[in-house]
């Protein structure tokens, strides 16, 4: 996980969210994913840690004062992500740090849900 903010990303995965169990960090595109089980709920961008939301987290992101990842695509549109800022007073404490990313995983669950269809026979 070479990057400037490898020890930052270790540190969020092995230790402010230790307890829960199968956390993996993947690089992406400059960043890092956080996955649990296979499913991605947070990422790292410039430093800053974001969180997987949806329609029954979000308001508690907004109450927080977070603020959602954007960033510009190719066309220079900005695209904006359902990951949201993890709150700083989050970010200082363990135990609310594993309940934030415990509703996160929730969203990425629920989210995957919505995406399978149906299958007809």
């Known amino acids: 996980m070479p990057s400037k903010h ?3 990303v270790r540190y969020i995965a092995e230790d402010l969210l ?3 169990p199968h956390i993996t960090v993947k690089r992406m595109f400059g960043g890092h994913g956080f996955y649990f089980e296979g499913r991605m709920f ?3 961008a410039d430093g800053r840690i974001y969180f997987k939301v949806d329609e029954q987290s979000q308001p508690d992101y907004e109450l927080a004062g977070s603020e959602p990842f954007r960033y510009s695509s190719k ?3 900005s695209v904006t992500m359902s990951y949201w800022t993890l709150p700083d007073d989050v970010l200082e404490d363990h135990e609310k740090a594993v309940m934030w990313a ?5 969203a990425a669950r629920r989210s995957s849900m919505k995406k399978k269809k149906p299958r007809h026979t």
């Not at 415990?102 to 929730?106: G, T, Y």
């Open 102 to 106: 415990e509703k996160a995983i929730q």
């Open 75 to 77: 066309d220079r549109t």
């Open 42 to 44: 947070g990422l790292e």
């Open 18 to 20: 230790a307890g829960l």
């Open 6 to 8: 490898a020890d930052y």
